[in-house]
C-alpha cells in the first residue's frame, strides 16, 4: 500500500498524545513562517508586526481561562511549564530563607501519584537537592481527595502541584477544592492542564490556581509551544538564562508562528468546547459501549462515563469526571504491545500507556496508582477521540478489536 493510501485509512485514536494540527491554525501560522519573519524584539516593522501578534495573541489566550494578559508567557510546551512551576517555585522560596534558615529539608511539596513524567520527574530532581516530596495516593478512578491534600500539608510546604486532567484514564481531578485549601493555607498551587485546557471549563481565579500549565499540540496547535499562566504578584524566576524576553521572565526567541497557531487552536477549542464535549463523548461511549458488550474479559479502566457521574463526585460544581473523550480498557490475559501492533497493521492508532513511556516495557504509574497489578496494566490500552473522528470510525475500531483479541485469544498469544 502506498503511504497516502494508508493514511487515508487511519483511524487515529490518539488525541490525548497529540492531535492533527487544524486547518485554520496552519493558516494563521503560514504568514509568521514566510514574510512576517521578523524578530519580535526588533524595531523595524516587522519586527514590531510580530510582537504586535504575540501581544493580541496574549490577550486572547488569557480571557479564555479568566487571566490577564500580563499573566500569560509562552514556552516552549507542557514539559517545559512544568519544570518552570515546580523547580522555579522552590528555587524562589529556598533563595528567600535567610542562612540560617536553611536546614536538612529545603522545602516541601504535595504532588500525585498519578501526574505527567514531567512532574513527577522535576519533582525527583528537586527531591534529589534536597527538597521533600509527598506524592499522594488517588481512589480506583484516579480521583484526589482534597482532605488527603490538606492533611499532607506541614510548616515547610511550598507548592501543591495536582493535574487538572490525567492523561491516561481522563480523571478531572477536584481543582476548586484544592485551589482553595491551598489559598486557606497561604500555600502556591500549580495545575498541569495540558489534558483539559480547550475540553473543560477552567477558570484561574475561581479555582485559586496560581500557576498553570498548557500546550498547544494536544488541542491542534503545532508542537513546540505552550504557556504558563503565573499570578500577577507572585512570577518565578525565568528557567532560562538569556534575553529579556517575555518581560524577562523567559529568555530565548519567541515562537511567533507557534504562539499564533497555538491561539488559533486554543480559541476554536473553547468556542466549540460545549459541541466538541457532545460530540466526542457520544463516539467515545459508543466505543465503551461495543468493547466491553462484544469482547469478553474486557474491562473499563478510570472513572464511569455515564452521564449520572457527573454530579456524583461534586454537586456543587457538577463537573465533569471524565475527559469527554477518553476511554481506557484492560483486556484480561492479553498483551498491550502485542494489540498495538495488530492494530496498527490495520491502520487503528492507539496507545498502551503515556506516549512517553512507549517502547519500555515498565506498566503504567497511573494504572498501579488505581490498583491495578503491573499484568493488568500491561494489558491495557488507551482510546482518546477528536472532532475529527467518526461514528463509523468507531465502529470499524471497534470491529477491528474485537477481531484482533478473538485472534490472539485463539491462538494462545497474549
Ligand atoms: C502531553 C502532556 C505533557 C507534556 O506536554 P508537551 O507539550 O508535549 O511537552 C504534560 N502533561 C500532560 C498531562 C500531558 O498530557
Redesign the pocket.
Known amino acids: 500500500m502506498k503511504e497516502t493510501e494508508r493514511n487515508n485509512s487511519i483511524i487515529y485514536l490518539d488525541h ?1 498524545a497529540t492531535a492533527p494540527l487544524r486547518p485554520e491554525a496552519l493558516n494563521a501560522m503560514l504568514p509568521y513562517l514566510t514574510e512576517k519573519y521578523g524578530n519580535a524584539s526588533a524595531i523595524y516593522s516587522i519586527g514590531s508586526a510580530a510582537r504586535d501578534a504575540i501581544s493580541e495573541c496574549r490577550r486572547q489566550i488569557a480571557s479564555l481561562i479568566g487571566a490577564k494578559s500580563q499573566e500569560i508567557y509562552f514556552t516552549s ?4 511549564s ?1 519544570n518552570w512551576a515546580l523547580k522555579m517555585t522552590a528555587e524562589k522560596l529556598d533563595a528567600g530563607k535567610k542562612a540560617g534558615e536553611k536546614h536538612a529539608c529545603r522545602g516541601h511539596i504535595i504532588t500525585t501519584q498519578i501526574e ?1 513524567h ?1 512532574v513527577l520527574n522535576s519533582c525527583r530532581t528537586l527531591e534529589k537537592n534536597g527538597f521533600e516530596i509527598t506524592r499522594l495516593p488517588v481512589n480506583a478512578q484516579g480521583f484526589v481527595n482534597p482532605e488527603d491534600v490538606e492533611a499532607a500539608i506541614r510548616p515547610d510546604t511550598v507548592l501543591i502541584s495536582v ?1 487538572a486532567a490525567n ?1 491516561e484514564i481522563g480523571t478531572v481531578e477536584p481543582l476548586r477544592p484544592i485551589g482553595e485549601i491551598a489559598r486557606r493555607h497561604g500555600i502556591w498551587f500549580h495545575t ?1 492542564a ?2 483539559a485546557f480547550g475540553h473543560i471549563p477552567i477558570d484561574v481565579e475561581k479555582m485559586h490556581i496560581d500557576f498553570l ?1 498548557a ?1 498547544a ?2 488541542i491542534g496547535g503545532p508542537k513546540g509551544v ?1 504557556l504558563m499562566y503565573m499570578r500577577r504578584g507572585i512570577e518565578l524566576p525565568s528557567l532560562m538564562d538569556g534575553g529579556g524576553q517575555e518581560r524577562g521572565h523567559r529568555a530565548g526567541t519567541e515562537n511567533v508562528a507557534g504562539i499564533v497557531g497555538f491561539t488559533k487552536a486554543a480559541v476554536l477549542a473553547f468556542q466549540n468546547m460545549e459541541s466538541g464535549r457532545e460530540y466526542t463523548e457520544k463516539l467515545r461511549n459508543h466505543l465503551i459501549e461495543r468493547v466491553l458488550n462484544e469482547i469478553p474479559g474486557s474491562h473499563l479502566n478510570g472513572p464511569d462515563p455515564c452521564p449520572g457521574s457527573r454530579t456524583a463526585e461534586n454537586a456543587m460544581e457538577n463537573r465533569l469526571l471524565r475527559l469527554p473523550n477518553n476511554a481506557n480498557f484492560r483486556f484480561d490475559g492479553l498483551n498491550n504491545e502485542t494489540m498495538l501492533v495488530m492494530l496498527d497493521l490495520k491502520g487503528v492508532c492507539a496507545s498502551g500507556a503515556s506516549a512517553c513511556s512507549a517502547g519500555s516495557l515498565e506498566p503504567s504509574h497511573v494504572l498501579k496508582a488505581v490498583g491495578l497489578s503491573g499484568e493488568q496494566a500491561l494489558s491495557s490500552l488507551r482510546f482518546t477521540a477528536g472532532t475529527d473522528n467518526t461514528l463509523e470510525q468507531i465502529d470499524r475500531a471497534a470491529d477491528i478489536l474485537i477481531k484482533v483479541t478473538e485472534h490472539l485469544r485463539k491462538t494462545g498469544r497474549g
Request: proline share 0%.
Open positions: 490525548a510546551g507542557g514539559t517545559e512544568d505527567h514531567a493535574m492523561n498541569d495540558v489534558q500549565s500546550s499540540h494536544k505552550g
